[in-house]
């Protein structure tokens, strides 16, 4: 009979979940549609590589979402349980607390171990692919990082404003481009037209343009000097700052971590990236498993509440989780908390949270103290009215 309640409290909890894994990647998907719409639309980019780009995008998703689903998939699962009284038929049946508990935590531990190989391997190598996939993107489309009517920072020492990019081809109307790579003499560039593409030799990237102007001037205002052109080509080492950014900490090994830890020095913000990102790796399955954990109070709670209601307590944990890891990362970052510890505060709050809940469940007391009159007024009420 164990066994048999076993794999039936499994299968109770493992619909729910699928739904919510399912429904939350899609929700926080969503926000790249457009983006690749754009992609697929304007730009002419294939759709292999779109694929490919969603593919690499999963792993990332999945760290915040199947602790997500799993923490809502047992709250919902035990809240339909103890709704239809079956809860209470197990225990009357004779099936201990900790047979009951056994299937879901071998559910929550697979959920913490799925999570430690998305932090430690799969996040990580879907960064590094997308970074690749992205170079190989833009060698044979060189104007997608171009935006139309909007400041465009991403070439280091250059700020460029294209008003319209016309079709696919990729055409730059009405160009203006402020150089301060040398900072003894920077320059404005206004060009009618121009045009981007790849240099495989050089790994840059060429601005052509034509039927335009050239003002340079030097640092104290003192020498000014104005060049019309008809054709003006403008280097841009976009995919040497791409390399580079490559190599963040997020897109890092574990044992390249470790040699960059050993490189810089401590104090600085690159460390204390790096033991951040080092740390939160292993930090955020303890958190996932102690989201499930923290569920089956939730879900057992004698307080008798429906789907939505589980539903949104699920969502509000994982909320409140998810904000006290933001702080404390951005604290970390600035050095004002041990960078080291930072990602395991949440996860020691949770866990004194968890043992709370857990004993008063265990006794059969609300979760809080002061639940249970606020919950006999609202009955009463309920009646009279």
Request: with cysteine.
């Amino acid at each position: 009979m164990p066994r048999l309640l076993s794999r039936y409290l499994l299968a109770e909890i493992l619909h729910p979940f699928a739904a919510g894994l399912l429904g939350f990647t899609l929700i926080v998907f969503s926000g790249r549609v457009m983006r690749l719409t754009e992609l697929i639309v304007v730009k002419g980019v294939g759709l292999g590589d779109i694929f490919k780009a969603c593919l690499y995008l999963l792993p990332y998703l999945l760290v915040f979402t199947l602790p997500m689903a799993a923490t809502v998939g047992i709250i919902l699962a035990l809240i339909r349980l103890s709704v239809d009284y079956e809860i209470l038929a197990m225990k009357a049946a004779g099936l201990s607390f900790g047979q009951f508990l056994r299937p879901i935590l071998v559910f929550s531990l697979t959920v913490g171990f799925v999570t430690l190989l998305l932090t430690v391997y799969g996040a990580p190598w879907g960064r590094r692919q997308t970074r690749q996939l992205l170079t190989e993107v833009v060698k044979r489309r060189a104007d997608l990082g171009i935006q139309e009517q909007t400041f465009n920072r991403d070439f280091p020492g250059l700020m460029i404003y294209v008003h319209e990019v016309k079709g696919a081809a990729g055409e730059l109307m009405g160009v203006f481009v402020y150089d301060k790579r040398d900072r003894e003499n920077p320059h404005t560039v206004y060009a009618r037209r121009g045009k981007l593409h790849y240099d495989p030799c050089g790994e840059i990237l060429l601005l052509n343009l034509t039927e335009g102007l050239v003002i340079r001037w030097s640092r104290d205002r003192s020498r000014q000097q104005t060049v019309e052109f008809k054709s003006y080509q403008l280097p841009l080492r976009l995919f040497a700052a791409a390399r580079q950014e490559g190599k963040s900490e997020r897109g890092m090994t574990l044992a390249e971590i470790r040699r960059a830890l050993q490189r810089t020095a401590p104090g600085t913000e690159p460390r204390n990236r790096l033991l951040v990102e080092l740390n939160q790796r292993f930090a955020m399955p303890l958190g996932a498993l102690l989201l499930c954990l923290l569920a089956v109070p939730l879900g057992l709670s004698p307080q008798q509440h429906g789907r939505v209601w589980g539903l949104i307590m699920g969502l509000s944990i994982f909320l409140l989780y998810y904000v006290v890891f933001t702080a404390s990362w951005r604290l970390a970052v600035r050095g004002e908390i041990n960078p080291a510890w930072a990602p395991w505060l949440p996860d020691l709050l949770f866990a004194g949270l968890t043992a709370y809940f857990w004993h008063r469940t265990a006794r059969e007391l609300p979760l809080l103290p002061f639940a249970k009159p606020f919950y006999s007024r609202l009955a009463y009420w309920k009646k009279r009215s």
